[in-house]
């Protein structure tokens, strides 16, 4: 029994979903192998070796594969498929993408966002925005994964030593194209990375009065910045930062509320969080259900004196 974890990479480094990928691979039982499928991604396919737990780093590369275009890599994974009893992905947007790929072409039932591995065979997932717990059995010959990060801890990072093997890269397909990509600079941490985040909600009233009150306290406690839906779609915050069922899925050490009701939605992207602070001048506001610490007042007057404060 061996388990296959398809790296999310730069072509240069391995991204830190995979190492939560690997803590789950390495709970199915058996040997973990990694697949580092870029262009010219030597480095990763280092790093990648290092990782605890991985015995062995699989390094397909080629230009075809350098910006993970989901036809390409998912072909150059199913070449490898029948060597492995899982494969697993992290559930994030390149995951996603490519996992049910993998499970259509295999014929089998994808299981997704795991949060826990049970048995070889049998794992658990969140249902109804993660008001209940579905435990899923598979007896695929080969099981499609993939993992809710904030649901595994992250395998260290050093510490391992794995063999790295060349293995042929496909040609690529020539029904898709990398035409080209705008990536959003930003000086802050990554939303799903980071250890603190500060988020807004409607109740902030613009964009402008969002930035204002919630930028302050985000620079000072070296935060991630994080929205609500509501406040994504009255165009306060741009899209990469949406929290929630159909964002991002976060669980910092410390998560920060202002102005957000706690939409069920809401919820369902943020109450793994170890610490949460919700700030509401509703004592009725669900947010508070899911809080550590709940302080019912203005957030235009609390922000700016928890600022002052720190």
Same mark, same amino acid.
């Given at each position: 029994?061996?388990?296959? /974890?398809?790296?999310?990479?730069?072509?240069?480094?391995?991204?830190?979903?995979?190492?939560?990928? #690997?803590?789950?691979?390495?709970?199915?039982?058996?040997? @973990?192998?990694?697949?580092?499928? +870029?262009?010219?991604?030597?480095?990763?396919? =280092?790093?990648?070796?290092?990782?605890?737990? *991985?015995?062995?780093?699989?390094?397909?590369?080629?230009?075809?594969?350098?910006?993970?275009?989901?036809?390409?890599?998912?072909? $150059?994974?199913?070449?490898?498929?029948?060597?492995?009893?899982?494969?697993?992905?992290?559930?994030?947007?390149?995951?996603? %993408?490519?996992?049910?790929?993998?499970?259509?072409?295999?014929? #089998?039932?994808?299981?997704?966002? #795991?949060?826990?591995?049970?048995?070889?065979?049998?794992?658990?997932?969140?249902?109804?925005?993660?008001?209940?717990?579905?435990? @899923?059995? !598979?007896?695929?010959?080969?099981?499609?994964?993939?993992?809710?990060?904030?649901?595994?801890?992250?395998?260290?990072?050093?510490?391992?030593?794995?063999?790295?093997?060349?293995?042929?890269?496909?040609?690529?397909?020539?029904? /898709?194209?990398?035409?080209? !990509?705008?990536?959003? &600079? %930003?000086?802050?941490?990554?939303?799903?990375?980071?250890?603190?985040?500060?988020?807004?909600?409607?109740?902030?009233?613009?964009?402008?009065?969002?930035?204002? *009150?919630?930028?302050?306290? =985000?620079?000072?406690?070296? =935060?991630?910045? +994080?929205?609500?839906?509501?406040?994504?779609?009255?165009?306060?915050?741009? %899209?990469?930062? $949406? @929290? +929630?069922?159909?964002? &991002?899925?976060?669980?910092?050490?410390?998560?920060?509320?202002?102005?957000?009701?706690?939409?069920?939605?809401?919820?369902?992207?943020? &109450?793994?969080? &170890?610490?949460?602070?919700?700030?509401?001048?509703?004592?009725?506001?669900?947010?508070?259900? @899911?809080?550590?610490?709940?302080?019912?007042?203005?957030?235009? /007057?609390?922000?700016?004196?928890? /600022?002052?404060?720190?």
């Amino acid at each position: 029994m061996t388990s296959l /974890v398809i790296a999310e990479h730069n072509n240069a480094s391995i991204k830190g979903a995979t190492l939560n990928a #690997v803590t789950a691979a390495a709970q199915c039982g058996g040997d @973990v192998h990694v697949l580092v499928a +870029g262009g010219d991604a030597r480095a990763a396919a =280092a790093a990648a070796a290092q990782i605890a737990g *991985v015995s062995k780093v699989l390094h397909a590369d080629s230009a075809a594969l350098a910006h993970g275009l989901a036809e390409n890599v998912s072909a $150059q994974i199913l070449a490898l498929a029948s060597s492995y009893s899982h494969i697993l992905f992290a559930a994030t947007a390149s995951g996603k %993408n490519i996992a049910p790929r993998v499970a259509a072409k295999l014929n #089998v039932g994808q299981i997704s966002d #795991v949060t826990k591995v049970d048995s070889p065979d049998t794992f658990e997932r969140p249902i109804y925005a993660g008001n209940a717990i579905a435990m @899923v059995q !598979s007896l695929d010959a080969i099981k499609v994964i993939t993992v809710r990060t904030t649901g595994f801890d992250p395998a260290p990072a050093t510490g391992g030593s794995a063999s790295v093997e060349s293995v042929p890269a496909l040609a690529a397909s020539d029904k /898709v194209a990398f035409v080209g !990509s705008e990536i959003a &600079k %930003n000086d802050r941490p990554e939303l799903t990375a980071a250890k603190v985040i500060v988020a807004g909600g409607r109740a902030l009233g613009s964009q402008e009065k969002f930035m204002s *009150v919630l930028m302050p306290l =985000a620079d000072k406690l070296g =935060a991630a910045v +994080g929205a609500s839906r509501a406040a994504v779609d009255a165009g306060y915050a741009p %899209n990469d930062w $949406q @929290v +929630g069922q159909t964002g &991002k899925i976060v669980a910092p050490q410390l998560y920060i509320a202002a102005g957000i009701s706690g939409a069920i939605q809401h919820l369902a992207g943020m &109450k793994d969080s &170890k610490v949460i602070v919700a700030i509401n001048k509703d004592p009725e506001a669900p947010i508070f259900s @899911v809080a550590d610490y709940g302080l019912e007042a203005d957030l235009f /007057v609390a922000v700016p004196e928890l /600022v002052a404060a720190l």
